[in-house]
């Protein structure tokens, strides 16, 4: 079967910096995706990492290794507005995405 | 621009009755997908269009029915609602000429209720 594994609940302090794992098992590979999603809100897109490495956009980066099946999301200079739940999602082989259950992030003063 | 609109917003409904989520975007993208999202779970595709015209059943399409008459409208429409069908809906469109995997542009989102 398919799975998208990822943390249920993180908590990090204003200012840090935080990674959320996300380790996956797919047939077939197109890429993967993050989104954020505020409590209530609809999902937006964050990054896209087709190939090995890591892809820096501002105070986020997300990194990929394929042979491992393994991305991370790293967030820096935390925000109080960063607390939302982070979505991990590949693209399988039929281009269809899978999506993890989303890691809350809980970020204190 | 609006983007994509959903309605309603939110919802309770009796079991038995019929139920249309309607999705509206004007970004003229070429995919269109309902999602579900519930508590511990991840976003689970109901249904997908690739373009107007056609249509194709996700991991969870029992008990529900799409439409894409055109571009920008591609309605959600439960038969029968069953209390299992309670969660939020996620309308969501994308614009495969950037590549298949191109961003999904969701809307804001219908909680339906089923009682």
């Known amino acids: 079967g398919q799975n998208i594994d990822q ?28 989104y954020q999603q505020h409590a209530g809100e609809a999902p937006t897109f964050l990054s896209y990492n087709v190939l090995d490495g890591l892809e820096e956009k501002g105070r986020f980066s997300s990194f990929l290794s394929r042979s491992k099946g393994y991305s991370y999301l790293l967030l820096k200079e935390l925000q109080m507005k960063d607390s939302a739940s982070y979505l991990c999602a590949v693209a399988d082989s039929n281009y269809q995405l899978i999506w993890g259950a989303g890691t809350k992030l809980i970020i204190k003063p | 621009i609006a983007g994509i609109t959903q309605a309603p917003t939110s919802q309770i409904l009796a079991a038995g009755r019929r139920m249309t989520l309607r999705c509206t975007q004007d ?8 999602y579900r999202q519930d508590l511990g779970l991840g976003l689970r595709l109901i249904h997908y269009s690739n373009t107007a015209g056609t249509t194709g059943k996700g991991e969870v399409p029992d008990g529900y029915s799409v439409s894409r008459a055109n571009t920008d ?34 809307g804001e989102g219908s909680r339906l209720t089923v009682l």
């Open chain 2, 27 to 34: 970004m003229r993208h070429n995919a269109m997908y309902w």
């Open chain 1, 7 to 34: 943390p249920t609940e993180m908590t990090a302090t204003e200012g840090a910096i935080v990674q959320i794992n996300c380790t996956y098992q797919t047939s077939g590979f197109n890429g993967l995706f993050w």
């Open chain 2, 73 to 106: 409208d591609f309605p959600l429409t439960l038969a029968s609602a069953v209390p299992s069908q309670t969660s939020v809906y996620f309308c969501a469109s994308s614009d495969s000429r950037q590549g298949v995997t191109g961003e999904l542009f969701f």
